[in-house]
T-cell receptor, first 109, second 115 residues
Framework: GQNIDQPTEMTATEGAIVQINCTYQTSGFNGLFWYQQHAGEAPTFLSYNVLDGLEEKGRFSSFLSRSKGYSYLLLKELQMKDSASYLCATYTGGFKTIFGAGTRLFVKA | EAQVTQNPRYLITVTGKKLTVTCSQNMNHEYMSWYRQDPGLGLRQIYYSMNVEVTDKGDVPEGYKVSRKEKRNFPLILESPSPNQTSLYFC??????????????FGPGTRLTVL
């Protein structure tokens, strides 16, 4: 079966750090994407993890544990423009990508 | 400028009236895909194409058709639209079927309402 869970909404304060979790049960799992999507816009690529561990890219980092079926996206030094939905998605080969419902992040001043 | 374009961006139509949403990319990408996005359900893959004349069903293909007669274009066809196809549609493309740091580029989206 295919199942991806992530929180529906989160709120954090400007300048703070926030961690968005994602758990998955995906047969044929190859890797995990994180996308950012502002309201009414297309998703934009943030990261793709294949191996266990943390990958850092500027203010954003993504972690994967294949054995636990778990990933998180870490956003540091939050800015108001980071208010968006964050989509977790698993890649299962043949470019079949399965998306979670997304986590809506609100950044407050 | 590298981009994926979709037309129309907004469409209101009536049940049963055939429509086509066009998708075009200028990056010579082999792989293209259509998704629909509904509140609480996330993005769901409708159809994808690995190259010209090669297409396959995604998770929710019912009620949709696609064609890939040339590399740059991947139209989505609704032969007889129904209200449950009211949704936000995204086209995406990538160079290959295997993700890398250069992964899927998404079009701007088409908001379709079927009355």
């Amino acid at each position: 079966g295919q199942n991806i869970d992530q929180p529906t909404e989160m709120t954090a304060t400007e300048g703070a750090i926030v961690q968005i979790n994602c758990t998955y049960q995906t047969s044929g799992f190859n890797g995990l994407f994180w996308y950012q999507q502002h309201a009414g816009e297309a998703p934009t690529f943030l990261s793709y993890n294949v191996l266990d561990g943390l990958e850092e890219k500027g203010r954003f980092s993504s972690f994967l544990s294949r054995s636990k079926g778990y990933s998180y996206l870490l956003l540091k030094e939050l800015q108001m423009k980071d208010s968006a939905s964050y989509l977790c998605a698993t890649y299962t080969g043949g470019f079949k990508t399965i998306f979670g419902a997304g986590t809506r992040l609100f950044v407050k001043a | 400028e590298a981009q994926v374009t979709q037309n129309p961006r907004y469409l209101i139509t009536v049940t049963g009236k055939k429509l086509t949403v066009t998708c075009s990319q200028n990056m010579n990408h082999e792989y293209m895909s259509w998704y629909r996005q509904d509140p609480g359900l996330g993005l769901r893959q409708i159809y994808y194409s690995m190259n010209v004349e090669v297409t396959d069903k995604g998770d929710v293909p019912e009620g949709y058709k696609v064609s890939r007669k040339e590399k740059r274009n991947f139209p989505l066809i609704l032969e007889s639209p129904s209200p449950n196809q009211t949704s936000l549609y995204f086209c995406a493309s990538s160079l290959e079927g295997t993700p890398s740091t250069d992964t899927q580029y998404f079009g701007p989206g088409t908001r379709l309402t079927v009355l």
